[in-house]
């Protein structure tokens, strides 16, 4: 069977990865701390636009400066968050998903990936280097721009089964292809199959799916 994983959230932990490194260079620049567990990005755990607003800049203003701030956090802390570990055996999940003979394919539309530039290949190599360092067993990696474009790909894939993070995804293509939702507390309102952890569950979970056999 071929199988498809997203990365970002699915198989790293981006969300404790924003609130620990975010809490710190938040804190340092503007003096507080997360304002929204339930958020994603930078933008929306820490209420950005709304908590610059309230310290008298207005709408344009404050939507200039969280831009600048999430420029400026992922450019700093990037390389940090290749190395940051990644989803508790999420490793032996995919290593018992190979070993039945599957085939896992990767989908991510992290930004910058797909520039045909000297950042676009340095962002294709550290992907692959958090990919190695994580020990995930995969066949192939792909790269998208944007979401609309994964998901354009998803759809032609004739994946047997995917599991992803992202809520607005996950409801576009469930109709279509076998989906899992990876739980995070950004994820919480979507209704659908979910997996909450690959250490305790997944291999129940793989047996329960026929994907392995014992
Ligand atoms: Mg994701």
Request: hydrophobic letters at 35%.
């Amino acid at each position: 069977m071929k199988i498809g994983f997203d990365i970002d959230g699915t198989l790293t932990m981006f969300d404790s990865f924003v609130k620990s490194e975010g809490e710190k260079y938040i804190l340092a620049k503007l003096d507080f701390g997360v304002q929204n567990h339930n958020g994603y990005d930078l933008d929306e755990v820490f209420e950005l636009e709304n908590k610059l607003m309230e310290k008298g800049h207005n709408k344009t203003e404050a939507s200039v400066k969280v831009k600048k701030y999430m420029n400026e956090f992922w450019n700093k802390k990037y390389l940090k968050y290749v190395f940051y570990k990644l989803r508790p055996g999420s490793s032996d999940f995919t290593k018992m998903i190979a070993s039945e003979g599957h085939e896992i394919h990767l989908y991510t539309s992290r930004r910058k990936a797909t520039e045909k530039t000297l950042i676009g290949k340095f962002v294709r190599s550290t992907i692959k280097l958090q990919l190695l360092l994580g020990q995930i067993k995969y066949n192939q990696l792909n790269f998208y721009e944007s979401d609309a474009e994964k998901i354009t790909a998803l759809l032609k894939a004739n994946l047997d089964l995917h599991f992803d993070d992202k809520k607005e995804l996950l409801e576009e293509i469930n109709n279509f292809i076998d989906v899992v939702c990876i739980d995070n507390p950004y994820n919480k309102k979507y209704q659908g199959e979910r997996l909450y952890d690959y250490q305790t569950e997944g291999k129940s979970f793989l047996l329960k799916k026929g994907l392995i056999k014992r």
